[in-house]
């Protein structure tokens, strides 16, 4: 009996071991293979290794305590080499598991990202992009002759330049692994063709590597010279350094990247996003942006009576994001990150050169994906002003045309670089995140969209005073917009409905314009990478057959029975199957299922915009209600 307990005890002890030390090494293999957290994965996987390396723990204990004991040793004896087997078995499964998986090499601490510099022949250069994919480089790691995992990073087409008689594009990936033979892909857009080179990379780089190297492919001494064909040469990065270095007047930018991952914006519209950050130097120097405190203090209307902090200087050690204020002395709009133990916020200072030195201003809170919405009108034929910024890159597009720009508390002026604090509230609502629909001829108000606090359908249009963040309001009464979601409200509907009226005193007002009509209706298509839709609102039941028939009319479509469940008419177009639907709140919706082609959803749907441009289907729709 007593040898039995001490068995138990052993297989105890041994087994409480091994739960320590599997959960330890689960625990790195989390990191090692990167398995997620998500819904609990990375944890769970930790306890049941854990609970695995207790249970084997266990049986090594009993087997070897019965063995040591029934020879004539001591259970002191049985722990000590019950221990050691576990151990030693933990080590070669810690160990295979370590030398299996792709762990990123380090240099000084540092994870390493690679840079790269393609070049081909001027007289045979491709077209970037070349095709109708991103261009990009390729890091690939192969085990034998066959390529077992990658990563992709940008070719950056924009940084393109020539020298020598070729032309040289620059790109970076991540360096992901220290395992395999290292190849390099570059792809410059066209799909399913990429030029696969050999890269000469140590599986753990060091100080010779953080220069560039020597342009390969090359031949080796009595060997025949090389077709004039594709070339590169390559550099390790630490992560805490510039990948890439751009230069806006007196500014030089680095780009301190992370990781690259392909980010979608639009349903067939993709840009390599970075996880990044931004060194900018003035004139060589380097710029540390700093503010106060006061900057940025908003006072809480629930509390009018407390006082604002005390001013004291702050100091931004980190910039996340640069947009470009193009003229004769470009500036900057920086966006600026302060964090401390209980809070992280983000801010927008304008950078703009003033003679030797660099003038520093404070602009606006900021939010999240936008730096800013213009004001000023667009000019005809000028492109739309993004919807996203593109993370990790410097944004030369949103701020791009001359004029004001809305941000969340200030109007920026880019012509006189000028900034004119407006408080307006922040909030989640998805309404005040619409666009301002038009600025007043003199520039002193701007109109937005906002909800009647009376009633939660209905909509107000708001006068904002830019100086004084004074308000007025104007009830929309019968305009809705042409697809009765009030989240297409832009100029044309202001324009439609609306006027800026002068006053006799001076100034503008907003004013229901005389005898405004209703938009001509139409649809909102729905994209996303896999799948499309058009739908079109306030519909009356009649609605649906008109679309079919002018669909049969315009594109001969087939009508099919109908789906035993009678939601959807089926028709047919040169082979492919569209689906109409009509909801009972009045909206018909089309669309294609299980397909991987849907780009004819587009054709369609701006067909059918084009006939609802004509009004001849306007007896298909619910007359207009007034907004109270």
């Known amino acids: 009996m007593a040898s039995w307990l001490g068995t138990i005890g052993v297989a105890i002890a041994v087994g409480a071991m091994g739960l320590v030390l599997g959960g330890w090494l689960a625990s790195h293999a989390v990191d090692w293979y990167k398995i997620l957290s998500r819904e609990g994965g990375s944890g769970y996987f930790v306890v049941f290794q854990a609970l695995f390396a207790l249970v084997v723990g266990v049986v090594i204990g009993v087997i070897v305590s019965r063995v040591v004991v029934g020879g004539g040793g001591t259970q002191l ?297 213009r004001l000023s009108p667009t000019p005809a034929g000028a492109p739309a002003q993004p919807t996203l910024a593109r993370q990790g890159y410097i944004d030369e597009r949103t701020l791009a045309m001359p004029g004001l720009y809305l941000f969340p508390r200030a109007v920026l002026d880019t012509r006189t670089r000028t900034v004119q604090p407006l408080p307006l509230e922040r909030s989640d609502d998805d309404i005040l995140k619409i666009a301002p629909l038009s600025l007043s001829p003199d520039e002193k108000h701007f109109a937005r969209l906002i909800r009647n606090s009376n009633s939660s359908n209905a909509m107000l249009i708001e006068q904002v005073t830019i100086a004084d963040n004074a308000r007025r309001t104007v009830p929309t009464g019968f305009a809705i917009t042409s697809t009765g979601n009030w989240q297409d409200a832009d100029q044309a509907y202001f324009d439609n409905y609306f006027a800026w009226e002068p006053q006799r005193g001076g100034g503008f007002q907003v004013v229901l314009r005389a005898g405004a009509i209703t938009l001509a209706h139409r649809g909102t298509l729905k994209e996303r990478l896999d799948y499309r839709e058009y739908r079109v609102a306030g519909a009356r039941d009649s609605l649906r057959e008109a679309l079919i028939a002018e669909l049969v009319k315009a594109f001969g479509a087939e009508r099919l029975p109908t789906k035993a469940d009678g939601t959807a008419q089926q028709i047919r177009i040169n082979g492919q199957l569209f689906n109409l639907s009509q909801s009972e709140d009045g909206e018909v919706v089309m669309w294609m299922e299980n397909h991987e082609n849907t780009l004819p959803m587009v054709k369609l749907a701006r067909h059918l915009d084009a006939v609802l441009a004509t009004r001849r289907l306007d007896a298909h729709f619910k007359p207009a209600a007034a907004a109270p």
């Open 77 to 373: 004896r049985a722990l000590l080499l019950a221990g050691g087997a576990h151990v030693a078995l933990l080590v070669i499964v810690g160990t295979v598991a370590r030398l299996m998986a792709d762990v990123p090499p380090t240099f000084e601490g540092q994870r390493l990202m690679l840079a790269v510099e393609v070049s081909w022949p001027q007289a045979s250069a491709p077209t970037l992009p070349s095709g109708d994919i991103l261009p990009y480089i390729g890091l690939s790691a192969a085990s034998g002759n066959t390529v077992r995992v990658g990563r992709q990073g940008p070719l950056w087409a924009a940084d393109a330049r020539h020298e020598n008689g070729r032309l040289i594009v620059p790109g970076a990936v991540e360096i992901f692994t220290s395992r395999g033979k290292r190849l390099l892909f570059v792809n410059t857009g066209t799909k399913d063709k990429e030029e696969g080179l050999a890269l000469p990379l140590p599986a753990y780089p060091g100080q010779a590597d953080r220069s560039w190297s020597e342009w390969l492919p090359r031949a080796h001494g009595g060997e025949p010279a090389l077709a004039d064909g594709i070339r590169y040469r390559f550099r390790v990065v630490k992560r805490n350094e510039p990948i890439r270095s751009q230069t806006v007047g007196a500014f030089s930018i680095g780009t301190v990247a992370r990781s690259f991952t392909q980010f979608w914006y639009a349903a067939t519209t993709s840009d390599y996003a970075a996880d990044a950050d931004f060194e900018v130097s003035y004139q060589g120097a380097p710029v540390t942006v700093q503010g106060r405190t006061l900057d940025h203090y908003i006072p809480d209307p629930w509390k009018p009576n407390a006082p604002p902090p005390v001013d004291a200087a702050v100091r931004y050690d980190r910039i996340i994001g640069v947009a470009t204020v193009p003229g004769a002395e470009p500036a900057l709009v920086v966006e600026v990150e302060y964090r401390d133990s209980r809070s992280r916020a983000t801010y927008h200072y304008l950078l703009q050169p003033d003679g030797e030195r660099l003038r520093t201003t404070f602009v606006s809170a900021s939010s999240a994906n936008r730096i800013a919405r």
